[in-house]
């Protein structure tokens, strides 16, 4: 299902997004530059998975669907991606990441200088990123009634448990590393990523098909432990570029000793003088230190121990999969995303460090 959706669905999602976008900005043509580095930005999301969850979260008890009623549903299908936009952008800011999926970031864009970071880069990103708050909830206005309502809400909620997560996770690294444990993270993962990449795009279907609440929150809460583990393979392949995939790079996380789970086990884990001192020190750390952090985290336990606790989370996915109630079309759908997002990761993952 998932390879059908990404054939047949994303498509129309692409155009729906790109009509949305151009009109959305075409009231402030003085940003012009500003939009067009954004689009092409935005663009990289090609399969639009958010979306596409959004699109099944409409259809989360209908057995069979055809993707042939985008139009009837609207261009509330791609609200999600606008929210993503946003949260991606203030992260890459964040982050100071030069790479990821094989490109500049939206900050190294706008920083003018091939390949580089800027304080101005940066600036404008920031603002960039607010205003797309502005475009995010202009577009949420235009669903009407009770269910318009219901769907702003639902982005304000997941907005402050998104800032919950990314606050809490700036705030650990006041403490040293080895004082932040693997719950804390996943913790962090599931209010920072896992609301908002996976819960509130079926969710948001959801609202817009007017399905009860209640019958909808065992989805969510399974999305949620998808979302949670996926922010650990994540975690995994920026640490690790080219073992799972080749299209991110983070060695700008290493660098300023972000909690991520490779870190964090490293740090509470045997590890060598020299490691030690590096993760004692000042941030951020040269690359050359990033690269050594790298090579140890590789030569290390850390990745059997990685493999572990995605392992589990995936096993205890595996079971709330087998005893949810949805109809089979979202079934299909959510079933393939384990497979392909943790699953198929994971197996790759297991096969370069044996």
């Known amino acids: 299902m998932l390879a059908e959706a990404f054939e047949k669905l994303s498509p129309q999602l692409a155009t729906l997004y790109s009509v949305l976008l151009t009109r959305e900005l075409a009231d402030s043509p003085e940003l012009a530059s500003l939009h067009g580095a954004y689009a092409e930005y935005a663009q990289r999301d090609r399969h639009l998975p958010r979306p596409v969850l959004t699109y099944f979260g409409f259809h989360a008890f209908t057995d069979a669907v055809d993707f042939t009623d985008v139009d009837r549903i609207g261009e509330a299908l791609v609200v999600p991606q606008l929210l993503r936009d946003v949260l991606a952008v203030h992260d890459d800011i964040v982050d100071e990441d030069l790479d990821k999926f094989g490109a500049s970031p939206l900050p190294v864009v706008l920083s003018g200088a091939?390949?580089?970071?800027t304080q101005h880069g940066k600036d404008l990103a920031l603002y960039y990123g607010d205003?797309?708050?502005?475009?995010?909830?202009?577009?949420?206005?235009?669903?009407?009634?009770e269910t318009g309502n219901a769907l702003v809400r639902l982005i304000s909620d997941t907005l402050y448990v998104n800032q919950r997560g990314q606050l809490a996770e700036l705030l650990a690294e006041t403490k040293p590393l080895s004082q932040t444990t693997v719950d804390d993270l996943l913790l962090i993962g599931e209010r920072k990523a896992a609301?908002?990449?996976?819960?509130?795009?079926?969710v948001a279907g959801a609202t817009l098909a007017g399905h009860d609440e209640h019958r909808i929150r065992p989805a969510a809460r399974l999305l949620l432990k998808i979302g949670t583990a996926s922010q650990v393979v994540d975690d995994i392949t920026?640490?690790?570029?080219?073992?799972?995939d080749h299209d991110k790079d983070t060695l700008g996380e290493i660098a300023n000793l972000?909690?991520?789970v490779p870190l964090v086990l490293l740090a509470t884990g045997s590890h060598t003088e020299k490691v030690a001192a590096l993760l004692a020190a000042p941030t951020p750390m040269s690359s050359e230190d990033a690269i050594a952090i790298r090579e140890e985290l590789w030569g290390s336990d850390v990745p059997s121990r990685a493999l572990a606790l995605c392992r589990n989370l995936v096993a205890d996915i595996k079971v709330d999969l087998a005893s949810i109630t949805l109809g089979t079309a979202a079934l299909e759908y959510i079933g393939d995303?384990?497979?392909?997002?943790?699953?198929g990761s994971l197996n790759r993952f297991e096969r370069a460090i044996n």
């Open 114 to 117: 091939a390949g580089k970071l």
């Open 131 to 145: 205003f797309l708050v502005g475009v995010l909830y202009r577009a949420a206005s235009r669903v009407t009634g």
């Open 195 to 202: 609301h908002y990449c996976y819960a509130f795009p079926f």
């Open 238 to 244: 920026g640490t690790f570029p080219g073992v799972m």
């Open 258 to 260: 972000r909690r991520t």
């Open 337 to 343: 995303l384990v497979d392909h997002r943790l699953s």
